[in-house]
């Protein structure tokens, strides 16, 4: 099935935009083929605020939200994950409000690296990164007049969490779900069973709005969860056809399944094929006889 993506986004550039009641965005001036217009910032609360995901290293990003902020305590800074494009700019944040900085975790990978493997997102990790405290799965955290839930969903990066604005019906879901275009799953560092998995828990809560990492919000986000579960699984298929035959290599497949995407997604199309094809060996999908070369599949020469 095709999913029916929203790209028609006003970034607004370095502004405040009210996304829902108590909650403005501000958008960083970072587009990129994968950032899409910017990464979100979101400001949580009236007097005493949270903040979500400062972004990257930007000093005219920091200056926007500081003017946001408008000498407003800011008790706590959220961070979804350590990607270069959401948590670089929370120490200078810190340093200007004092705030408690709070994520799942320091940047870690999904799984160790293969014997002779290179992790391809090293440039893209946030390893600096150290929150002041972890938060748990699950874990509520209560500031003035708003209270944010924490919810693990790895697949996109492996410290990947949610945060769920409670009894409001919003959710604030990073990279893992965005009306624009699909989540990168990308190993070493993230994982498509983990995605999977993380798709499934987000689908067994009520939330009627998820505001992004990168573009506007998803409205309907059950139906859209929905749509991306088929469109992975749609894309397991094509892999499996593939390989029966007779394609041996990321490159091939990315070649067939993704000949009309952008090229400059390739190499993004050819992490994500790994990370599926790492999910349906493991699940015992694809085995010997199916791809008697798997290693050249995960290792082209």
């Given at each position: 099935?095709a999913l029916d993506f929203d790209t028609s986004f006003d970034p607004r550039h370095g502004e405040a935009i009210e996304v829902a009641p108590g ?66 700019l929370t120490a200078a944040l810190k340093q200007a409000t004092g705030a408690l900085v709070l994520a799942e975790g320091p940047h870690r990978s ?192």
């Amino acid at each position: 099935m095709a999913l029916d993506f929203d790209t028609s986004f006003d970034p607004r550039h370095g502004e405040a935009i009210e996304v829902a009641p108590g909650v403005l965005r501000v958008t960083v001036n970072n587009p990129s083929a994968f950032t899409f217009h910017g990464t979100n910032s979101y400001i949580v609360g009236k007097d005493t605020l949270a903040v979500i995901d400062p972004g990257p290293q930007d000093e005219t990003h920091l200056e926007a939200l500081l003017q946001a902020i408008a000498g407003r305590p800011v008790s706590h800074i959220f961070v979804s994950h350590t990607h270069s494009d959401h948590s670089p700019l929370t120490a200078a944040l810190k340093q200007a409000t004092g705030a408690l900085v709070l994520a799942e975790g320091p940047h870690r990978s999904a799984r160790p690296l293969r014997i002779g493997e290179t992790n391809p997102l090293d440039a893209s990790a946030d390893t600096s990164f150290s929150p002041d405290r972890r938060l748990a799965d699950g874990e509520l955290v209560a500031g003035d007049g708003w209270a944010i839930r924490a919810i693990h969903t790895p697949g996109h990066a492996a410290n990947h969490m949610a945060f769920a604005l409670e009894d409001t019906g919003t959710l604030f879901s990073a990279d893992h779900v965005m009306a624009w275009a699909t989540s990168i799953v990308a190993p070493p560092d993230g994982a498509m069973s983990d995605y999977m998995a993380s798709l499934d828990k987000l689908l067994r809560r009520d939330d009627r709005i998820f505001l992004p990492g990168h573009g506007g919000p998803v409205t309907s986000p059950a139906a859209f969860m929905r749509g991306l579960k088929a469109h992975r699984k749609m894309r397991e298929r094509a892999i499996v056809e593939r390989l029966k035959a007779g394609d041996r290599t990321v490159a091939d497949l990315v070649a067939t399944i993704y000949r009309d995407t952008d090229p400059r997604l390739h190499g993004a199309a050819g992490l994500s094929v790994l990370a599926h094809l790492e999910d349906l060996t493991a699940r015992g999908v694809v085995r010997s006889e199916t791809a008697p070369s798997i290693d050249a599949v995960f290792f082209p020469a």
